[in-house]
């Protein structure tokens, strides 16, 4: 049975930083793309950060370019998103995503960032 569960948000105060972490099980982490989504009540939800399989190079969202750092441990089939100088603008639901042939989604962890 195919799992990601994320954890690791929270309430956070602007400048603040919070370590996001996606714990995946049922598939092969090491052979899937991944990545953070997020998304505000009425929003699409956009791609914040992916991390590829092979070589592990990244790709970001500009918004977040410099402030966020996506990163994997195939080891413990876990994906990060460090992010920091938080601002109120990211207040969303951060998604964890698997992707090759097919994509899993995590449940989503609240991030609010406010004073």
């Known amino acids: 049975q195919v799992q990601l569960v994320e954890s690791g948000g929270g309430l956070v105060q602007p400048g603040g930083s919070l370590r996001l972490s996606c714990a ?13 989504y997020r998304q505000v009540l009425g929003k699409e939800r956009e791609l914040v950060a992916a991390i590829f399989s092979a070589g592990g190079s990244t790709n970001y969202a500009d918004s977040v370019k410099g402030r966020f750092t996506i990163s994997r441990d195939n080891a413990k089939s876990t994906v990060y998103l460090q992010m920091n100088s938080l601002k109120p603008e990211d207040t969303a639901v951060y998604y964890c995503k698997a992707q090759r042939a097919v994509a899993y989604w995590g449940q989503g962890t609240q991030v609010t960032v406010s004073s």
């Open 24 to 36: 995946a099980s049922g598939f092969t982490f090491r052979n899937y793309a991944m990545s953070w």
